[in-house]
């Protein structure tokens, strides 16, 4: 597994996970991560997440497509 580094931007606590998603360049729109999220496709902390919204923050990693990615 691939791991990425996905840093907040100044002043943020969280990003969304299917904001995540899109800024990982996995999908082309938030419709897309959305959808897969739905499905079950994804991982938040080694467990699967069907939560379009989960609030992502420092230290979590989300999972999808044998990649890893960890916000900082």
Same mark, same amino acid.
């Given at each position: 597994?691939?791991?990425?580094? #996905?840093?907040? %931007? &100044?002043?943020? @606590?969280?990003?969304?996970? /299917?904001?995540?998603? %899109?800024?990982?360049?996995? $999908? &082309?729109?938030?419709?897309?991560? %959305? #959808?897969?999220?739905?499905?079950? &496709?994804?991982?938040?902390?080694?467990?699967? /997440?069907?939560?379009?919204?989960?609030?992502? %923050?420092?230290? @979590?990693?989300?999972?999808?497509?044998?990649?890893? $990615?960890?916000? /900082?």
């Amino acid at each position: 597994m691939k791991d990425e580094k #996905i840093k907040l %931007k &100044e002043g943020e @606590d969280y990003i969304r996970l /299917c904001d995540l998603l %899109k800024l990982t360049g996995e $999908f &082309e729109t938030g419709g897309q991560a %959305k #959808i897969a999220i739905q499905e079950g &496709e994804v991982t938040v902390n080694g467990e699967i /997440c069907t939560m379009r919204g989960k609030k992502m %923050k420092k230290g @979590d990693k989300a999972g999808y497509n044998n990649l890893i $990615f960890e916000v /900082c």
